[in-house]
């Protein structure tokens, strides 16, 4: 299954970018997956990557549109979120310090915990790709 969205820059979308992720996996995945734990997960993944596209990337530019795609192959997620910034340099990124208590910069560390694999790539044809994968496991007893 392949499905996209083009969205606008703006957090008021964000429940409707989380129900269309959500609901398009539900209807092909149905019950092999145990969405009340898997939902929550995804749920962070997509509000952190859509919120710092609109709060960086697209800032002050809600015209921008944000394209979201999603590929599922079996329970495998692959989703990509494309916008129209500047772009980041990750070889400027320093976590933060577990004692810092800073209000910010824990967008790429969230990612990277929740999914397999994250890949950021910098202007692709006027664009930056920020690349998720995941294998949703499958729910205990659910036959297939």
Same mark, same amino acid.
């Given at each position: 299954?392949?499905?996209?969205? !083009? +969205?606008?820059? /703006?957090?008021?979308?964000?429940?409707?970018?989380?129900?269309? =992720?959500?609901?398009? *996996?539900?209807?092909?995945?149905? /019950?092999?997956? $145990?969405?009340?734990?898997?939902?929550?997960? =995804?749920?962070?993944? *997509?509000?952190?990557?859509?919120?710092?596209?609109? &709060? !960086?990337?697209? #800032?002050?530019?809600?015209? *921008?549109?944000?394209?979201?795609?999603?590929?599922?192959? /079996?329970?495998?997620? !692959?989703?990509? +979120?494309? /916008? !129209?910034?500047?772009?980041? $340099?990750?070889?400027?990124?320093?976590?933060?310090?577990?004692?810092?208590?800073?209000?910010?910069?824990?967008?790429? =560390?969230?990612?990277?915990? =929740?999914?397999?694999?994250?890949?950021? &790539?910098?202007?692709?044809?006027? #664009?930056?790709?920020?690349?998720?994968?995941?294998?949703?496991?499958?729910?205990?007893?659910?036959?297939?």
């Amino acid at each position: 299954m392949k499905t996209e969205l !083009h +969205i606008p820059s /703006d957090l008021k979308f964000l429940q409707v970018v989380e129900n269309w =992720l959500l609901n398009s *996996l539900e209807l092909e995945l149905g /019950d092999l997956v $145990d969405w009340s734990h898997q939902s929550n997960r =995804l749920r962070l993944v *997509l509000v952190e990557a859509y919120s710092n596209v609109v &709060r !960086h990337a697209h #800032r002050d530019q809600p015209n *921008l549109p944000v394209l979201i795609r999603l590929e599922l192959i /079996d329970r495998d997620i !692959h989703l990509e +979120i494309w /916008d !129209h910034g500047q772009g980041y $340099d990750l070889s400027t990124y320093l976590p933060p310090a577990p004692d810092d208590m800073q209000d910010g910069g824990y967008g790429w =560390l969230i990612l990277n915990r =929740l999914m397999d694999k994250v890949e950021y &790539r910098l202007q692709v044809s006027g #664009r930056n790709c920020l690349k998720l994968q995941a294998t949703l496991p499958e729910k205990a007893g659910a036959e297939g």
